[in-house]
């Protein structure tokens, strides 16, 4: 047992199905995530990544057709069990989506949401979380003059990162990331890149991305999905130079449809 | 019928023949028709194009020419009452427009009307945001598919019959909690009003939730909410100016509506803030005295433009605070 739930490994991934109602989306998924590494999960479009990742923190359930089998095992608890609640297990394992999506509030009240939320009260301690947060999302010397203007008035990269800002405030240790770059422009997605880089001594970090540049440049561990298969996964060096799989080889070289 | 014959007969006798004549024709109907479209496209198109604008326009400024002969009827109206009353004794707590030596102070009209708006909200506030709550973020697709069109019906319901049932069902049951309630009283038509907005609360509410992005939704919940909290703290916040301006058309159907209060609020014109007690409100009045009470001419008669104008004020203040914070809702995101 020890052996398999090594420090190491956050998630564990077993024999994972999933339906949207008759249409099975993932199949047979087994794959384990580590520990302040970035898992980059690539694949075309409809493969299946992102429903593997909104699986890891149960987002997926939000869907009412949705059906799972197999297990996540998350620190070695599977988080299909009764004993794991939703709830907590987000505040654990938090999320930066596709489209920037702050709160309609000041940029103080969406980095504080969270802890808020779960009871954090003592205005000291909120105002640090503030401070760390913002700090460790690269923020914090754009807007430390303005935290109580209104979130919108940021642009969509420090939107982006406002949003990692706010998840990084509740102190979780794993940050799944859905295409968080997609609809920002190169220099904005450089500096969340970048972030990404600095992040990882901290945090796991698991990202989807389309950009096969972005999965080579920032990933340690690169998945590739194909039709809600798990086609090949492994250290992105042995993927992007010497794949075993013929499909991951034409998919990275672009002779992919 | 000879023509039919002729050609059947042409085609019977050499089928080439009835090939060629029918490609001619289709070349010629290509023409024709090409002919009818560039000498159609010059004259009776445009001749439309230039009319119906007009009668649109014609028809779009009947409401608005109405609407300014109604304030222009007001206003003169009201002028020649205020040329008899003056301003002061106008804004008093004595009303007593029958009596020998008539009394104007409207006071006890507007106390009417803003006691049994603030009861009517007090019901349709709470139950109504709960409703929308419910339908927008709680309810399954297939209840929200029996829920709102009941509500719906709930708005199509005519206030007499609310006015009925304040007076014959609600208030009866009121004296049994509350054993020195009046026959006529001003609770029970508010709490009925209440349940008249509700609907109207309800679903603009509703829609106003409904139209907060998921996004906002799953931001929450990725940060380990509950949906009462994703509800509560984000999508409510975040529809608020909606929200708020669903309660201030609340209010304004609530100021101006006639019946109920006609109905079940009597027609005492005391100054009191006793909501036990029988009040008159600016529309009951002005039912009282259209039915018959004053003759055409005497201050009595122009009192009612001068109660008319204010309520007009009223509910037009309120319109203008309503549009103004959906204004500023759609900025929001």
Known sequence: ?257 | MRGQFSSSYVAFINPREKEYKERSEMMESKTTIREQIRTNIGKRKNRTDQVMPKVFLMMASISVITTLGIISTLVFDAAKFFSEVSLVEFFSTELAPLAKDPKFGILPLINGTILSSLIAMMVAIPVGMAAAMYMSEFATAKVRKIVKPIMEILAGIPTIVYGFFAYSFVTPLLMKLIPTLEAKNVLSPGIVMGIMIIPMVASLSEDAMSAVPNALREGAYGLGSTKFEVTTKVVVPSAISGIMASFVLGISRAIGETMIVAIASGSSKNFTFDITQSMQTMTGYIVEFTSGDAGSGTTGYYSLYAVGLLLFIFTFVMNLIARAISKKFREEY
């Not at chain 1, 199905?17 to 794959?31: E, H, P, R, V």
């Not at chain 1, 520990?35 to 890891?56: D, H, M, Q, R, Y």
């Not at chain 1, 999506?101 to 105002?127: C, M, Q, R, T």
């Not at chain 1, 013929?246 to 990275?252: A, G, L, N, P, V």
């Open chain 1, 1 to 257: 047992m020890s052996q398999l739930y090594d420090n190491k490994t956050v998630y564990d991934v077993r024999d994972l199905n999933l339906w949207y109602g008759n249409d099975q989306a993932l199949k047979n998924i087994n794959m384990k995530i580590n520990k302040n590494e970035v898992t980059a999960i690539i694949g075309p479009s409809g493969c299946g990544k992102s429903t593997f990742i909104k699986t890891l923190n149960r987002m997926i359930e939000n869907i009412p057709s949705v059906r799972t089998e197999g297990e996540i095992l998350y620190h070695g608890i599977n988080i299909f069990d009764k004993i794991m609640r939703v709830e907590e297990l987000r505040t654990r394992v938090g999320m930066v989506f596709q489209k920037p999506n702050p709160f309609p509030k000041s940029i103080y009240e969406n980095v504080l949401y969270g802890p808020k939320i779960h009871g954090v009260k003592d205005k000291a301690s909120l105002e640090e979380i503030l401070e760390t947060s913002l700090k460790s999302a690269a923020l914090w010397d754009e807007v430390k003059d303005r935290l109580h203007d209104n979130a919108y008035g940021l642009s969509g990269g420090q939107q982006q990162r406002l949003c990692i800002a706010r998840a990084l405030a509740v102190q979780p240790d794993v940050i799944l990331m859905d295409e968080p770059t997609s609809a920002l422009d190169p220099i904005a997605t450089a500096k969340i890149e970048e972030l990404i880089d600095s992040l990882k001594a901290d945090y796991s970090i698991s990202i989807v991305t389309h950009s096969m540049q972005q999965a080579g440049r920032i990933s340690d561990k690169t998945a590739f999905f194909l039709m809600g298969e798990l086609v090949e996964f492994g250290n992105t060096e042995v993927i992007f130079s010497n794949p075993r799989d013929k499909r991951t080889e034409d998919y990275i070289t672009g002779r992919f449809g």
